[in-house]
């Protein structure tokens, strides 16, 4: 098990975790909205080493779902996808807002980084894809979310 980082948030954070054939984090946060921040950061810790990443370039990303398992699964892989396409990585979430109706879950960031350069940024592990695997998100009896996520590699 490696962590990265302590959290700016108190009380929130994120681990990787070993798993078979994949990768896991176990993302915790005292919100639902940090709780995307975090497995945010931890999808950057294994794509390369976070401290060599600056925020340089400004950025939106919104994504939505039927629930909150699926508005988190399609945020990794909004993440993944501007990874992929555009080389992006993300230094920080700025601002974050999730908004849930009855059969529509919405998440906006405003995010900053850089675009990956092999010079400055270490290889991490090759992820492929954000997975639903035993994934759940539900309060506990004080009100903060703790999820793990097995992420495809």
């Known amino acids: 098990m490696t962590t990265s980082k302590p959290s700016p948030e108190p009380n929130a954070g994120f681990v990787t975790i070993d798993h078979t054939a994949d990768v896991a984090l176990r993302v915790w946060a005292p919100s639902v909205e940090r709780l995307f ?3 945010a950061r931890g999808l950057l810790s ?3 080493d976070p401290e060599t990443v600056t925020a340089r370039e400004g950025r939106r990303l919104e994504v939505s779902g039927l629930d909150l398992e699926e508005l988190l699964v399609a945020w990794l892989n ?3 996808y ?3 396409s555009e080389g992006l990585l993300l230094a920080e979430v700025t601002s974050a807002e999730l908004s849930a109706g009855e059969d529509d879950h919405r998440f906006g960031a405003r995010c900053r980084g850089e675009r990956y350069d092999p010079q400055r940024h270490p290889p991490g592990v090759g992820v492929k894809a954000a997975t ?3 994934l759940r998100i539900a309060p506990d009896r004080l009100g903060h979310y703790d999820v ?4 495809d590699t």
Request: no cysteine.
């Open 148 to 151: 793990t996520l097995v992420l």
């Open 46 to 48: 294994l794509l390369t």
């Open 132 to 134: 639903y695997h035993n």
């Open 37 to 39: 921040v975090e497995a």
């Open 82 to 84: 501007r990874f992929e």
């Open 78 to 80: 909004e993440i993944l």
